[in-house]
Structure formats: structure tokens, C-alpha cells
């Protein structure tokens, strides 16, 4: 049984990454997911205003005079929230590779245009093995057009792709207007691969404080759904990797992914509530299910069930929109 797939030109064991989260910032947990079966890591996210932020802490510090230090303390960030700094993040990055044997994937959560992306070469510098850069925005401004939130976007991949050698994925929203041309456009741009989506954690309001709540709610099985739609969308078109991620809880749904033309399969929420040791177990459910079939490899069966293979395309289009409200009865 052959569980070997090919992500962003990395050759990976089996389709199974860690997505960004907390495992990478424990030495020790990444080695369990490693000795689970995990076939790459990728690292929590190094956030685009947390850099700037800390770049802008030391203008200030360079620039204000010693005597007025002690005043000038109360302007600089807190980086309570934050569980890596930028500096502890290239560290760690460090400790990653010289503790694991499966490549490490280090993440940069940003979307405009900045001095932020130089941390891509510092990225590099520490032994990364490749980038997610995390195109996460939501847009408020009504003076802001869709077409110039994608041309920033792709201005800021350009931006990485270009200062590294190593390959770079794009971590996108489902929120594009055309995502398939999007995703085409982020290939020209010099990204090696898409990931298939931003998971938007939605705020709850506290209707006793009148306050703004923020939420974490790990993903649920029916959130793959809109990933296969677009991975099946996708993989007849793109040149580069694919990665899902987002509603993946079994074998099942990595063999659904997969079919649907994903290259690897991004666990993160069935981590946390199961532990590392989880991954053996969907190894095995996988190798089952590919028993059942008769499949002797991944690469087999990757993309049977894309846009340009399925049996029924309309599946994936506005066919299937109709179909699915006139199967209701009351």
C-alpha cells in the first residue's frame, strides 16, 4: 500500500500534515504527531501586526532618548496574547528541524502589502521547508472594492515568493467572488500550491454585557463539504498543490478530499480532541478503505471525482442547487 503524496514539490510519506495550531509549539508534541504517522507539520501563524508591531517597538526604542525611556515603556505592544514572538518563532522553527525528520512548514497570517513579508526569508534562514502564507481578511471598509482586496493579496504573494527559494502555499478564503480565477491568478503570482480554506471564527454577542465575545469552535465534519466543491473546482485547473483543510474527522473524509483532487489533508480540530496518537488510527481506516476499493496507491485515486472526471458535473454547479431544493416535501 502506497501512501505517498507530493506537496508543494516536498515528497511526503502520507496525506496526512498537521495543520498550524499549537502542536508546533511544543518540541515534544510535534515528535508524537511525527511517531503517529504525521507527514509534515505546519506551524501556528506569525501574524502580520504582530511583526509590525514589534518593528515599530524598536524604531521607537532606537529613536527615544534613554532619559525618557521610562515613559516611553507604556507605547510599546504587549505581546501577552501571542505565543511565540518573532524572534522565539524563528527559534522554534529551529528546534522543529533539528528534532524532526518530516518537513516543517512555517505560516505567515498577513494580507497587505508590507515590510512583514521580509520574515519569509528569515523563515528560510531557519531551516523552514516551506511557507503558508494565510491570505486572512475580512474586509469592512464599503469604500474598499473587492478587485483591489485581491490585488493587494496578490501583490503580497509576489512580495514572498519572490525573496525565498523554498516553496510557498496560499491559505485562502471561500469568500472570493471567483475562486477558481483567483486561485489561477495566485499560480502566476509564483504561489506552489493553494489551501482550501480559512475557517472565519465568527465573534457571539453577550446580550447581558452588550459586549463582543470572541469564540473558538473546533470544525465539524459538515464543513468539508465546501472544500470538496472546490477542490473539485480546482484540481482540473491548477498546476500546483492542493491541501484541504477544515472538516476533516476520518478516514472517509481524507479518502472524500483526496477524490476530490486534494494532495494532502490538514488535521487540526480531530488532533484536539483525540491527541496525536489519532493519526495512526486514520492511517489504518485509510488503508482499509483503500483495501475495499482496490487501491494500491493514493496517486490512484486522487481527482476520480474532480470537476473533469465525475460522472455528474452538474454535481458541483447550479444543477445541483435545484435538485437539492425540489428533493425537499412536506
Not at 126 to 146: F, H, K, R, S, W
Not at 159 to 183: D, E, G, L, M, W
Request: with cysteine.
Amino acid at each position: 500500500m502506497k501512501f505517498a503524496t507530493h506537496y508543494l514539490g516536498l515528497k511526503l510519506r502520507n496525506p496526512f500534515v498537521v495543520g498550524a495550531s499549537p502542536f508546533s509549539d511544543s518540541v515534544h508534541a510535534a515528535c508524537q504527531l511525527q511517531d503517529a504517522g504525521a507527514a509534515a507539520i505546519v506551524m501556528r501563524s506569525l501574524f502580520e501586526e504582530q511583526i509590525d508591531a514589534e518593528q515599530r517597538a524598536l524604531t521607537h526604542h532606537l529613536e527615544t532618548p534613554a532619559e525618557s525611556f521610562s515613559e516611553a515603556a507604556s507605547f510599546f505592544p504587549s505581546f501577552e496574547e501571542y505565543q511565540l514572538t518573532p524572534d522565539l518563532y524563528l527559534k522554534q522553527i529551529e528546534h522543529l528541524k533539528n528534532s524532526l525528520t518530516i518537513p516543517v512548514i512555517a505560516s505567515l497570517n498577513g494580507c497587505r502589502p508590507g515590510g512583514w513579508t521580509d520574515y519569509a526569508r528569515k523563515f528560510e534562514a531557519a531551516g523552514a521547508d516551506a511557507i503558508e502564507l494565510n491570505l486572512y481578511q475580512l474586509v469592512t471598509d464599503p469604500a474598499i472594492a473587492a478587485d483591489d482586496v485581491e490585488a493587494d493579496m496578490l501583490e503580497t504573494v509576489r512580495a514572498v515568493t519572490t525573496s525565498v527559494k523554498i516553496p510557498v502555499a496560499v491559505k485562502i478564503s471561500a469568500f472570493h467572488t471567483a475562486p477558481a480565477h483567483f486561485a489561477l491568478a495566485l499560480e502566476h503570482a509564483g504561489a506552489a500550491g493553494v489551501v482550501v480554506f480559512n475557517r472565519f471564527y465568527q465573534p457571539d454577542f453577550s446580550v447581558e454585557d452588550l459586549e463582543v465575545k470572541p469564540q473558538l469552535k473546533l470544525s465539524e465534519p459538515g464543513e468539508l463539504l465546501l472544500r470538496l466543491r472546490w477542490l473539485s473546482i480546482l484540481s482540473p485547473h491548477m498546476r500546483g498543490s492542493l491541501s484541504a483543510t477544515g472538516g476533516v474527522h476520518s478516514a472517509e473524509d481524507a479518502a472524500k478530499a483526496i477524490l476530490a483532487g486534494a494532495h494532502t489533508v490538514q488535521l487540526v480540530s480531530v488532533l484536539l480532541k483525540h491527541g496525536p496518537r489519532y493519526i495512526s488510527t486514520l492511517l489504518s481506516n485509510l488503508q482499509h478503505w483503500m483495501t475495499e476499493h482496490e487501491y494500491s496507491s493514493v496517486d490512484e485515486f486522487r481527482g476520480a471525482m474532480n470537476l473533469s472526471r465525475c460522472p455528474d458535473p452538474s454535481a458541483f454547479e447550479r444543477a445541483n442547487y435545484q435538485r437539492i431544493l425540489q428533493s425537499w416535501r412536506v
